[in-house]
């Protein structure tokens, strides 16, 4: 292969070069900082549908509320609440790091708070107000942990 020469293509070159570091540096991946927790593929899969679980009563709760139906909000927030906490074996909670209980027992327990005042209260934008806050529980729990299989 026979490179240029010519100032000007050489300018060129290093340019071109120097765009192309920058591209490489900027798409590559951050590295990961979150906290690894490590468990059992069985656990790990309770724990990912315990999440999914989440995930399905916002979706039905945000739902709701564009249809006033606040019924079916507090319900969609009870089926997530505190009772389910209960179903997590004692093992399986040793694992889990303080933080990420802590953050799942509010989480539990804001769903069951929205769930109370959907059904006394009656207002939707409260309730909205309430999810968007427990929404920030789960973006927070997101950035600080990742579930892994243990090794």
Do not use: W
């Not at 100032?7 to 590559?28: M, N, V």
């Amino acid at each position: 292969m026979k490179f240029p020469s010519h100032p000007k293509a050489l300018l060129l070159a290093a340019i071109i070069a120097g765009h192309l570091t920058l591209l490489t540096s900027a798409t590559q991946a951050a590295e990961d900082t979150r906290t690894v927790i490590a468990l059992d593929p069985d656990e790990r899969t309770l724990v990912l549908a315990e999440m999914r679980a989440f995930l399905q009563s916002v979706q039905v709760i945000t739902q709701s509320l564009s249809a006033d139906d606040l019924t079916k909000a507090a319900a969609a927030g009870r089926q997530v609440g505190v009772a389910q906490a209960a179903e997590v074996p004692d093992t399986l909670k040793a694992k889990l790091p303080m933080g990420f209980r802590k953050l799942g027992s509010a989480t539990h327990h804001a769903f069951d708070e929205l769930a109370l005042d959907a059904e006394q209260l009656g207002d939707a934008n409260h309730a909205l107000g309430q999810l968007a806050a427990l929404l920030g529980n789960c973006v927070a729990c997101h950035a600080a942990y990742r579930i892994e299989t243990a090794q």
